[in-house]
């Protein structure tokens, strides 16, 4: 089973920018899809982003104008650049695959990012 690690949270103030990256320990072109998730305090897991294996992306509503989500498949990291970061972005981000029909339902540790003057 592909293991994912993500990386590259922290804090960061209302406004600015950060790249977060899901390394794979196999090969993500395996996949139909990579994806980005996050879950906020007392909220649900929501998709963040997807990066399908033929070159398709799609984005949340939260996510559209401020998100890109891109893949190094030499790599195999998946990354998810994040700009003009507000405060209700804070949440714990987490990469996931889809296999087959649906995403795994193994999941990470995620990385936190917090917004916040």
């Known amino acids: 089973q592909v293991q994912l690690v993500e990386s590259g949270g922290g804090l960061v103030q209302p406004g600015g920018s950060l790249r977060l990256s899901c390394a794979a320990s196999?090969?993500?072109?395996?996949?139909?899809?990579m994806g980005w998730f996050r879950q906020g305090p007392g909220n649900q897991r929501d998709l963040v982003a997807v990066?399908?294996?033929?070159?398709?992306?799609n984005y949340g509503v939260i996510a559209k104008g401020r998100f890109t989500i891109s893949r190094d498949k030499s790599k195999n990291i998946v990354y998810l650049q994040m700009n003009s970061l507000k405060p209700e972005d804070t949440a714990i981000y987490y990469c996931?695959?889809?296999?087959?029909?649906?995403?795994?339902?193994?999941w990470g540790q995620g990385t936190q990012v917090t917004v916040s003057s």
């Open positions: 196999g090969s993500i072109s395996n996949f139909v899809a």
């Open positions: 996931n695959s889809f296999q087959r029909t649906a995403w795994s339902s193994s």
């Open positions: 990066s399908g294996r033929d070159g398709s992306t």
